[in-house]
């Protein structure tokens, strides 16, 4: 069964993480499967533009893309934290190779608002890329970067990008491994457990807020599009992907009914 993992960049800006979540990755990859990971990098990317006193401006929790972000977006989410974490691998055991939804135009994408410049909306996802390498026993890194068929660049949302592949490359499971314990219900306590309805309807309460509404709209996406199960776990936790793989009570179990 394929397996897509979306790790946030706060993860990956500490090595002692990056290196134990690596080596938790090539383990799931040794499994068979098939296997590509998917990583944000949004703290690492505030701080190399304030780096270079240039503002981060965020509209509806959105960076707005200008040109200046596009290079940093590159430099970035595609150089240094996916070259990082592909390193990190190769270093655990695994033949990781580095890529973003621009290569082999794995996600095509198209302009979500003006007043956000170059931020995208995957509009179709070509898996073959992933399934080659998969098949050669390489394990995709994907950064969220996207493109169109007239060369134009995009950020998009990871956890976006993370639902995208996983859909469009026929993912029976997605992992969000995040800095939370999971999902809350209405008494503050972690549900093991939760439907696609029930998710919604924490939503729709008010009780599911800010990120983690994000992250369970994108959970439910996953589920109308294929995706098996999805799971919204604690990155932070010790062995959490060797647990979620042994089936293991961690985090919150989504599924769709």
């Excluded at 134990?20 to 533009?49: C, D, E, P, Y």
């Excluded at 170059?118 to 994907?142: H, Y």
């Excluded at 924490?202 to 996953?222: E, I, P, S, Y």
Aim: aromatic share 4%.
């Amino acid at each position: 069964m394929k397996t897509l993992v979306k790790l946030g960049g706060t993860l990956l800006d500490d090595e002692v993480s990056k290196s134990s979540l690596a080596a938790q990755i090539v383990r799931l990859h040794a499994r068979g499967g098939g296997v590509a990971a998917v990583h944000g990098g949004g703290k690492q990317m505030t701080r190399f533009l304030a780096e270079r006193n240039v503002e981060s401006r965020f509209v509806g929790g959105l960076r707005v893309t200008t040109p200046e972000v596009v290079d940093a977006l590159l430099k970035v989410f595609a150089g240094t934290v996916n070259k990082g974490l592909v390193s990190a691998l190769i270093a655990a055991g695994a033949k990781a190779v580095g890529i973003s939804g621009i290569d082999g135009a794995l996600a095509e994408a198209e302009q979500l608002a003006a007043e956000l410049g170059q931020v995208g909306r995957i509009s179709k996802v070509n898996p073959a890329l992933l399934d080659t390498l998969c098949e050669a026993g390489f394990l995709p890194v994907i950064a969220c970067v996207a493109g169109d068929r007239r060369g134009a660049v995009y950020n998009v949302n990871a956890d976006q990008m993370a639902v995208a592949c996983a859909a469009g490359w026929g993912a029976g499971k997605l992992f969000f491994l995040t800095d939370v314990d999971g999902v809350r219900g209405a008494d503050g306590r972690t549900l093991a457990r939760l439907s696609a309805p029930e998710a919604k309807a924490l939503v729709q309460a008010g009780v599911a807020t800010g990120g983690m509404q994000a992250k369970l709209n994108a959970a439910c996406d996953a589920l109308e599009r294929g995706v098996g199960e999805v799971v919204i776990a604690p990155g932070a936790q010790a062995g959490v992907i060797d647990l979620l793989a042994a089936g293991e009570p961690v985090g919150t179990r989504m599924c769709r009914g």
